[in-house]
């Protein structure tokens, strides 16, 4: 279900109007049973998806709070990275890889049949397996007790304002407050509906409407001059901004109607001086988990600066190969994480 869809835009306000008059105990059950309506309108065989990383991520966080000794704790936490990260391998990574290999022995002249599963990526999958499991090492690491409820859980990793597009939620942040009662005023609901507003009209006004322009640059560049190229550029820029930021703002705007304020994503990010503060202020969400999850966790700055150098640029290829399969991303994110050591040297 988009959000710049007529039918949610008859979602929303029948949620909106359940939540009010319910109790916080069905409120949680409610939102739950509507994030799954929302995620399953795209495709409902993913749904049993969804849930296997919900229901096993809960466990492992349980276990690890139950745990007696480091060690069980750490091969509980390995076990919970392997299962997130495995089941993203294997739908959004897959083809590509084996794929890559096939051309690599083709242009070697050897001959290889590598097997590919052809199999449609879930939407929001990488969103919502960094979410949980951001969880279970929290909990691992002390910062989270484990969560209690399994309804609570699985709407803390469903929730549908972010499910699909983030923020990534931090469960430091989101989970309390799913876990306690919420006070909804007045202030919720019309601060929250201006901001979807916003995000509409940065996602329908601005990003959609320059879309035929840029698709048309990118697709003939052979039949384009310089300054139409240019142009082009700029406005894939705009586009992008405004598509990311646009989805951003009304997952905050929506979820700030439920009584439930998300972390901010985007802040300005074309003011920013540098390429650092570029990613202070871009897809915080993403680029604070690459930070708390990868960076520091690789040793960060502590070893030296040829180490932090590398760690910035193995991030980056990382994050690059996150936001899709294909070479084109693994170079965006190789030029991204050189920038940051340029910088930081």
Not at 192 to 197: D, K, M
Not at 310 to 326: D, S, T
């Amino acid at each position: 279900m988009l959000f710049n869809s007529w039918i949610f835009a008859l979602f929303l306000p029948i949620v909106l109007g359940l939540y009010y008059i319910l109790r916080q105990r069905w409120q949680n059950r409610m939102l739950l049973v509507a994030s799954y309506i929302f995620y399953g309108w795209w495709d409902w065989r993913f749904l049993s998806l969804l849930g296997f990383t919900t229901v096993f991520d809960y466990f492992c966080g349980r276990a690890i709070a139950a745990s007696k000794t480091p060690r069980q704790r750490k091969i509980i936490l390995t076990f919970s990275c392997i299962s997130n990260l495995g089941i993203l391998s294997l739908f959004k990574y897959f083809d590509f890889f084996s794929d890559s290999t096939q051309r690599l022995f083709d242009t070697l002249g050897m001959h290889l049949d590598m097997p590919t599963l052809g199999i449609i990526l879930p939407v929001g999958i990488s969103f919502y397996t960094f979410q949980s499991m951001s969880y279970v090492i929290d909990v691992y690491r002390g910062d989270l007790p484990a969560a209690r409820s399994l309804i609570d859980f699985a709407l803390y990793v469903s929730f549908f304002p972010q499910l699909v597009a983030g923020p990534i939620e931090r469960g430091t942040n989101l989970l309390p407050q799913i876990c306690r009662q919420r006070y909804v005023n007045w202030n919720n609901i019309t601060s929250g509906f201006l901001l979807v507003l916003v995000g509409l009209f940065r996602k329908i006004a601005i990003a959609d409407s320059v879309a035929a322009l840029v698709n048309s640059t990118f697709s003939h560049p052979e039949a384009c001059g310089g300054l139409e190229l240019l142009l082009g550029l700029y406005m894939f820029s705009i586009q992008i901004y405004c598509d990311f930021a646009g989805y951003s703002d009304i997952a905050r705007g929506a979820s700030r109607m439920f009584g439930i304020e998300l972390m901010l994503n985007f802040e300005q990010p074309y003011l920013s001086t540098n390429i650092t503060e570029f990613w202070r202020r871009w897809h915080i969400s993403f680029s604070t988990w690459l930070r708390d999850y990868l960076y520091i966790p690789l040793g960060g700055n502590r070893k030296g600066q040829l180490a932090a150098y590398r760690n910035l640029l193995i991030v980056m290829l990382l994050g690059g190969l996150w936001h899709g399969a294909h070479w084109t991303f693994v170079v965006w994110g190789g030029l991204h994480g050189t920038y940051l050591a340029m910088h930081k040297w």
